[in-house]
């Protein structure tokens, strides 16, 4: 494989641990963001402070050698706790015994990346950088120095858009001949507040599980972090009732807050300056394609190319697992960049647009049903069928998060999963005989039609 020049447009997830992967094949990768150096200024996560990290991204992680690195600072999340108004708790794993999503930094693990990266060599980070402008036939990106307001021009024999949802990359790709690109801002946002460590540094729910107060249209959720904390994060409706407009002094936030997440409130006693100085955000999906440039020159990544709503805990772990197929194509084609490059598109546009649509479909499963009896009656069932016959049904989140099957297949084998429990659900008595023979054997006769 011949040396090529490589410049990536952001430093975030994706751009860090892209520029590992490049780096490790011996290219010379110059990294360019906008923001100063997370390592060396306070840690500003902009959005959200934890994640939950699972298999997609752990594979791309362990790939580069970055996996038990990371691993020392992840907390296992096994199971969910749902909480409902009057703090009764409920529970459901995750998957099987032992699978768990991973609670971890954003700042932590970006950094790390950037660490691992340049231990790779030749990858260099420029901070403080803006991509303004980019000349796709050139293959010439123009960045902006904050610090100095002076203006550079870099060329390279190929660019990659990492730098997110707003994509300065993508925005002049947007303007040429045949490009596809469409913007949706849901109807809610979100704000995040904190759970501070208990007595001794203890975390004050439990510690190794995902929390939700799911509310119907709302919900309010809280990912452990290894100081005893918890971050919690509410997604709220902008407008209507109930709405961030509605709660527009802390005051009726409180109010509201004690009625609908009393036990969670308890626990905040930072709520007030949180409420009034946290901004309220918003989520974005972004489609868009192709990819690729024609001269192609450029190619845009992560976020950049699709950003999706964070229900399924899926964005970073999809976008990581864009560096695990890009890499899959690079070994398989070794030197051959238009292939690699059309390759790259063509396959993972599909499974972008999949898990884009089951974010959005888990978003109504976590605020709405997981607090419905007959849903979690639902998931006892797909869990034990799925126990006594493995190799007949995955369910569908164990598909998305804990396994490496494409997005786009999970989706259409939920769909099909779906019309078949609808039926099981429809039995009298579903309630009694949930992990009786007869159920088992409709599931068969059902899954042969
Ligand atoms: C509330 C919330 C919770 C989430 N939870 C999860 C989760 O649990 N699990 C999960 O997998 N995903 C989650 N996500 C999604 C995840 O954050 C994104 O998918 C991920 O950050 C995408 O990485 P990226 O590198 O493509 O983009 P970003 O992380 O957005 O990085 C882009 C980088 O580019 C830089 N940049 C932007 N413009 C320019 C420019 N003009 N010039 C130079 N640099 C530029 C930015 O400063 C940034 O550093 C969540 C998202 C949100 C909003």
């Given at each position: 494989m011949s040396t090529k020049k490589i410049s990536i447009s952001g430093a975030g997830l994706v751009g860090s641990l892209l520029a590992i992967y490049f780096g490790k094949k011996g290219h010379e990768v110059s990294v360019y963001e906008r923001r100063p150096d997370m390592r060396k200024t306070t840690i500003d996560g902009g959005r959200s402070i934890n994640l939950a990290l699972s298999n997609r991204g752990w594979k791309a992680l362990e790939a580069v050698g970055a996996g038990e690195n990371i691993r020392k600072m992840a907390i296992p999340m096994y199971r969910r706790v749902m909480h409902d108004r009057e703090g009764k708790l409920t529970f459901q794993p995750y998957g099987k015994d032992g699978e768990a999503i991973y609670s971890v930094s954003r700042g932590g693990l970006n950094a790390r990346l950037m660490e691992l990266a340049e231990e790779a060599g030749n990858v260099h980070f420029h901070f403080d950088e803006k991509c303004t402008e980019v000349d796709l036939d050139k293959g010439e990106v123009t960045f902006e120095n904050y610090l100095s307001g002076e203006e550079s021009k870099v060329q390279a024999d190929m660019i990659f858009g990492a730098d997110g949802a707003f994509s300065a990359v993508r925005a002049v790709m947007q303007k040429t001949d045949r490009f596809n690109y469409s913007q949706e801002f849901i109807e809610h946002g979100y704000k995040e507040l904190s759970i501070p460590p208990g007595p001794e540094g203890k975390h004050q729910l439990e510690r190794e599980a995902l929390h939700i107060w799911p509310r119907g249209n709302y919900m309010l959720i809280a990912l452990p972090n290894p100081d005893g904390s918890f971050t919690c994060t509410l997604f709220f409706p902008f407008e209507g009732n109930p709405s961030f407009a509605m709660l527009d002094t802390t005051e009726k936030a409180r109010e509201f807050f004690q009625q609908e997440f009393g036990d969670a409130l308890d626990l905040m006693p930072h709520f007030d300056e949180e409420w009034k100085e946290n901004p309220t955000s918003s989520l974005v999906i972004i489609r868009c394609y192709p990819w690729v440039s024609d001269s192609k020159k450029v190619t845009l990544i992560g976020d950049a190319s699709h950003a999706i709503v964070p229900f399924y805990g899926q964005g970073m772990n999809s976008g990581f697992e864009d560096c695990t197929v890009l890499n899959d194509l690079m070994v398989q084609y070794g030197d051959d960049w238009d292939t690699i490059l059309q390759k790259f598109q063509e396959s993972r546009k599909p499974d972008a647009d999949a898990i884009a649509d089951l974010a959005m479909r888990n978003f109504v499963e976590m605020r709405d049903?997981?607090?419905?009896p007959r849903f979690l009656l639902q998931k006892k069932v797909e869990k034990h069928f799925h126990e006594k016959h493995p190799e007949l049904w995955t369910p569908l989140y164990s598909m998305v998060t804990f396994s490496h099957i494409r997005y786009s297949v999970a989706l259409a084998e939920g769909k099909k999963q779906d019309a078949i429990m609808d039926k099981v659900m429809a039995l009298p008595g579903i309630e009694d005989k949930w992990d009786s023979p007869e159920v088992e054997q409709l599931i068969l006769e059902l899954l042969q039609k």
């Open positions: 049903l997981t607090g419905d």
